[in-house]
């Protein structure tokens, strides 16, 4: 039998978008928090109701700052072979960010801290079997399928056919690769939806980062005042979004005011109800797309798990990080991107 590689299964998504939500199933879904309900509480009724439905189940722990969570997911979606297993069993999804605490303390001696962490379990919650994500064969879309009816069935996974050969692992890895870039592609970096006007407008603005690398983007936080490349920086200060634990951003005031967003690679950040006042020069926004921000000759280093699908429904709720007065602020700009304000 012919072996499928990701590649396939990449080709076959639809166009890059960091909210084209995962599409949930009773076959492969998350255990979302639901009012006064635990983890261990929720656990136990999706056991207790895929037993009666006979079906085995497999736990992922995950994060959405995790890239190989997300080919997991992707494959759980788009490949038909590792649909085909699934029909059979559950992949469900356990954020360790939204279940901090409750998710690390839910196993004793499996680490779900190293992600993505799969887990079998019986009807009773009990472990049978665990593995992490490379296990599976990420590289093949039927190693996956057939690690994955493995762990249904609570054995350990096998390994990929590329295992021990790099030059086979290599191809791969560029395959994969080509294929993102040509999924990228035609893929607009900024949509914009605007309510209001002046000192009320409101954008829906969602940014897409089309290349691989995460980048900074620079949005103008008055439509009047354009960026410039001579920035006269006064004060910055970074801020978090409270609605996620890992929503950073920077602010800073000068003429021209402007903040900086930064996108994970191949994902993107909707804001909605963003602020942005001021008449803009042709009803025209513009947004720059960075290769570096520097603050006093320092290179502003991105988080280490910065997540690929963001969105933000209340902007205005901030807890504040660290500060600074007058600085010299650099950039090196790769891109100006333009869209009108409808």
Known sequence: MPIRLLLTVVLLLPSLSAFAAHKETRHAHYLHRKGPQGLRDLLHAELSDARAKHEPVVLMFTADWCSPCKAIKELAEASGAVRKVLEHGRLVYIDVDEWRGPAQ?????IDVSKLPALVSVDFDGRAQRNCYGTDLGLMSED???????????????EKPFYADKPDVERQLVAHQAQAQALKS?????????????????????????TDGPRRWFL???????????AVKVTAWKALRWTEHVRADYLQFDGQPPFYAIPVAGYGGVELDAWPLPGAPKGGELVVWELDRLSIDGQ??????????????EHPEQVAPGRTGGAAKVEFKVRARHVVKLK
């Open 105 to 109: 303390q839910l196993f004793q001696g």
């Open 143 to 157: 190693s996956v399928a057939a690690n994955l009816d493995r762990l249904l069935q609570g054995l350990a996974p």
């Open 185 to 209: 592609k035609g893929v607009p970096v900024l949509e914009v939806t605007a309510t209001g006007a002046g000192a009320t407008r409101k954008l829906t603005l969602t940014i897409h980062n």
């Open 219 to 229: 949005l103008p936080a008055n439509a009047a005042l354009p960026l410039t490349d």
């Open 299 to 312: 290179d502003q280093q991105f988080q280490q798990k910065l997540p690929y699908e963001l969105r933000i």
